[in-house]
């Protein structure tokens, strides 16, 4: 579902600057924000998750990408937007780690190559279903309702995360 939605909030946020600005270079500029923010934030997000509950943290940063991607349509301006992006890029770089371990401490040693198998197979299918997903949302109803969905799959995730135990 985070995968997806990835996917799905782009393809909103590519359309929002486009219509703010018309501007092809505004809509490579949103490209640009997520590795630049990943360069200055993973080398000491590990640190931060080894200490702490990878549950928690997987579940915190889902809601509150959830939060920020719900603020998008309310966002005043092109900077608000770029500052979103670059929160729920923070956001993500918790989120892409923390997970990753988390998934490898509950799947059991003997099932994790179909685990991972599967995991990369869903992986690759978001690049193709969430933007797919997002067109048909933008298409059947508008751009705001779009994020909004896409934010109560973050929170529909965060539940059924929570259901499962800590470790």
Same mark, same amino acid.
């Not at 966002?75 to 997970?99: E, M, N, W």
């Given at each position: 579902?985070?995968?997806?939605?990835?996917?799905?909030?782009?393809?909103?946020?590519?359309?929002?600057?486009?219509?703010?600005?018309?501007?092809?270079?505004?809509?490579?500029?949103?490209?640009?924000?997520?590795?630049?923010?990943?360069?200055?934030?993973?080398?000491?997000?590990?640190?931060?998750?080894?200490?702490?509950?990878?549950?928690?943290?997987?579940?915190?940063?889902?809601?509150?990408?959830?939060?920020?991607?719900?603020?998008?349509?309310?966002?005043?301006? %092109?900077?608000?937007?770029?500052? &979103?992006? #670059?929160? !729920?890029?923070?956001?993500?770089? +918790? /989120?892409?780690? =923390?997970?990753?371990?988390?998934?490898?401490?509950?799947?059991?040693?003997?099932?994790?190559?179909?685990?991972?198998?599967?995991?990369?197979?869903?992986?690759?299918?978001?690049?193709?279903?969430?933007?797919?997903?997002?067109?048909? %949302?933008?298409?059947?109803?508008? &751009?705001? #309702?779009? !994020?909004?969905?896409?934010?109560? +799959? /973050?929170?529909? =995730?965060?539940?059924?995360?929570?259901?499962?135990?800590?470790?």
């Amino acid at each position: 579902m985070a995968n997806i939605g990835d996917f799905l909030y782009l393809v909103a946020i590519n359309i929002i600057v486009y219509q703010m600005t018309g501007s092809a270079a505004a809509v490579a500029g949103l490209w640009m924000v997520s590795p630049l923010t990943n360069i200055l934030t993973k080398f000491w997000t590990g640190s931060f998750i080894d200490y702490r509950s990878k549950r928690k943290i997987v579940l915190v940063t889902m809601v509150l990408r959830a939060t920020f991607i719900a603020i998008i349509p309310f966002a005043p301006s %092109l900077f608000a937007i770029y500052a &979103i992006l #670059v929160l !729920l890029s923070v956001a993500k770089s +918790f /989120f892409g780690p =923390a997970s990753m371990t988390y998934v490898t401490m509950l799947v059991p040693q003997q099932k994790r190559k179909r685990f991972n198998s599967l995991r990369s197979f869903t992986s690759s299918s978001a690049f193709i279903i969430g933007p797919a997903l997002g067109g048909t %949302l933008i298409l059947l109803t508008n &751009i705001s #309702v779009t !994020l909004w969905l896409n934010a109560g +799959f /973050f929170l529909v =995730a965060a539940v059924l995360l929570s259901l499962l135990p800590d470790t």
